[in-house]
Nanobody, 121 residues
Framework: QVRLVESGGGLVQAGGSLRLSCAAS????????MGWFRQAPGKEREFAAA???????YYADSVKGRFTISRDNAKNTVHLQMNSLKPEDTAVYYC???????????????WGQGTQVTVSA
């Protein structure tokens, strides 16, 4: 059974940084895409960033240049380094994974429980 566990969320002032981590278990994640999504209060969940097994990355325009996604295949972990945080980045952040096919942002099959990120003005 695939399990994704996020960590690293918290409260930070605008302009600050946080690093989220996601530990994956339950199968071999070769040829799996790993993604980060977020959901702000009262809004739909949205795509933030994704990375392939080989390290190719893709970002939403809203986070490009501020967030960096990375993965450690040996440890089955994926990270999201978030810099220059803004109050509008406040959301629950979710880790997700799927086979490396199709779109960057859609059809993720497995999801974590989420971690709260709050950015104060």
């Amino acid at each position: 059974q695939v399990r994704l566990v996020e960590s690293g969320g918290g409260l930070v002032q605008a302009g600050g940084s946080l690093r989220l981590s996601c530990a994956a278990s339950g199968r071999t994640f070769s040829n799996y895409k790993m993604g980060w999504f977020r959901q702000a209060p009262g809004k739909e969940r949205e795509f933030a960033a994704a990375i392939t097994w080989r390290g190719f990355t893709y970002y939403a325009d809203s986070v490009k240049g501020r967030f960096t996604i990375s993965r450690d295949n040996a440890k089955n972990t994926v990270h999201l380094q978030m810099n220059s945080l803004k109050p509008e980045d406040t959301a629950v952040y979710y880790c997700a994974t799927k086979t490396d096919e199709g779109s960057w942002a859609g059809d993720y099959r497995y999801w974590g429980q989420g971690t709260q990120v709050t950015v104060s003005a």
